[in-house]
């Protein structure tokens, strides 16, 4: 590796010695006639660049080449076929817009075809004479058949070993008997703004391509997959169609980060395109190869984003961290302590920035093991300790043991207005009320003002919270509705 690293290090000064060498060339021209880097001849002005010059842009260019030639071996092309279900038009009507003939039974107004793509991929690792690549989920699909098309022509059957819409990511095997290059996987926490970058890819088809750039930004969000959980490398490197599963790479010939999406008013690379950080995906390697699926971390907890205002009713103004708005009963979060409205700044030791930053460190946490966390509670930094279980998407989707069921929102004096509520009225507005939750058994709907807790008034959402957290067996609520004072059920906590 420090071979390696010692062998590309060149390539992030030879830009600098370029610039160096105009400078030095435009002096020498000034002032030693003999040494001018331009002559007139009888066609016209002809330009002639300097031995420095010529060094420089050897270097760079022999930086270059060696580079390309490391890393091409371990990219692969994917062709997938793809088997799509799509609504079938009887008679000319398409029958998803209305009601189904009471003769013609389930899925029988459905058909299915066969749809091709291609996509690039990254050899990983090897077992015995089995290779395994990294792509994107978007490429392989629920793949019916993967041709995968190795560097030097030839073309083999692939198989999907496990794939993961979260983290759009994919991982491919294929047999081979001659010795494949293996990536190498770098530090993608390491990636900074300016970087020198390479993309390598099939773009538009055209197998094999490398383009390079910069790292334009990291730490970016969005994409297409509105439920991504990957946070994004920025790069101006050309990526195009095609390009998708490929990797990024730098100076050292490091894998990076995973190509994956573009932002494009022509369909085509206009500078902005997003990899997604190689250590986002490597856990992801062995839970594939072990179990053919991603075994995600579970907390147990609704995070919201808090706006301005929400933030500066819980004294949060300036202080980054992910705020738990309700807590799954029997959750690990419920058994380990954390509460709702407490604010985490710390998993691990590692700083919680956002929302998105701890779902991702959450979603890497390995079920079973013991995880710290800091939390502020009532201004109070503390701390609790996990136990972290597999994430189950019953579990997550069973608002029933949602505590405590709704989000309270601060009463501002837009909402006393247009509740007709009484100037100054304290306590909070019940919101985003969950079904079959504690809050609904309770008979709380959207809209109600909650102003004690347990008989404890309650001034803001602050307080809310402060009272909630205190509340150890029976909970109940005093309410507003319409202008009525009304009481909730007492529920056992």
């Known amino acids: 590796m420090r071979k390696l690293k010692n062998s590309f290090s060149a390539t992030a000064g030879i830009l600098l010695i370029m610039l160096f060498s105009v400078f030095l060339l435009s002096a020498r021209c000034s002032s030693n006639p003999e040494n001018a880097a331009t002559v007139y001849a009888d066609s016209g002005l002809r330009t002639e ?3 420095e010059s010529v060094s420089a842009l050897e270097a760079l260019q022999r930086a270059n080449r060696e580079l390309s030639s490391m890393i091409l071996p371990s990219v692969i092309t994917l062709d997938v076929i793809e088997t799509r279900k799509v609504q079938n038009n ?6 998803f817009f209305f009601n189904r003939p009471q003769d013609q039974k389930e899925g029988q107004g459905e058909r299915e075809y066969e749809a091709e793509g291609m ?10 004479k089995t290779y395994y690549a990294l792509t994107n989920q978007h490429v392989t699909g629920n793949a019916k058949t993967i041709s995968v098309i190795l560097y030097n022509g030839d073309k083999v059957q692939g198989k999907l070993v496990g794939s993961d819409q979260r983290k759009d990511v994919a991982l491919v095997s294929f047999d081979y008997d001659k010795d494949l290059r ?16 390479y993309a390598i890819g099939a773009p538009m088809g ?7 750039g910069i790292v334009s930004a990291v730490g970016r969000s969005g994409g297409p997959n509105r439920n991504n959980i990957n946070d994004f490398i920025q790069t101006d490197a050309a990526i195009n169609q095609g390009n998708s599963g490929g990797p990024l790479v730098n100076i050292y010939g490091e894998v990076i980060g ?3 999406w573009i932002v494009s008013s022509s369909g085509g690379s206009q500078g902005l395109a997003f990899s997604i950080p190689i250590n986002n995906l490597k856990k992801a390697i062995d839970d594939f190869i072990n179990s053919g699926e991603i075994k995600y971390g579970w907390l147990g907890v609704q995070l919201l984003e808090i706006n301005d205002k929400f933030r500066e009713s819980l004294n949060l103004k300036d202080i980054e961290g992910a705020f738990a708005g309700q807590v799954f009963l029997g959750s690990p979060a419920d058994k380990g302590g954390i509460k709702p409205g407490d604010y985490i700044t710390e998993v691990n030791s590692t700083k919680v920035k956002n929302v998105d930053d701890i779902l991702r460190i959450i979603a890497d946490l390995k079920p079973g093991e013991s995880s710290s966390f800091k939390i502020l509670r009532k201004g109070k930094e503390i701390s609790a300790t996990v136990k972290i279980e597999e994430r189950d998407e019953k579990n997550v989707a069973d608002s029933s043991k949602l505590w405590p069921g709704f989000v309270p929102s601060p009463l501002t004096d837009e909402v006393i207005k247009q509740l007709e509520l009484k100037k100054g009225q304290n ?19 959207p809209g109600d003002i909650i102003v004690t807790v347990n008989g404890k008034d309650v001034k803001d959402v602050l307080s809310f919270y402060d009272e909630l957290s205190s509340t150890k067996g029976e909970i109940w609520f005093d309410f507003i509705r319409e202008g009525h004072n009304l009481v909730t059920p007492k529920i056992k906590r």
């Open 49 to 51: 660049l300097s031995k």
């Open 90 to 95: 009887i008679d000319g009507f398409p029958w």
């Open 119 to 128: 996509g690039s991929g990254v050899i990983v690792r090897k077992t015995g």
């Open 182 to 197: 293996v990536a190498v996987l770098g530090d993608s926490n390491t990636v900074q703004v300016g970087d020198l970058t």
């Open 206 to 212: 055209y197998v094999s391509t490398v383009t390079s």
């Open 258 to 260: 995973i190509n994956n």
């Open 427 to 445: 306590g909070v507005l019940v919101t985003n009320l969950q079904p079959k939750s504690p809050a609904a058994v309770m008979s709380l709907q």
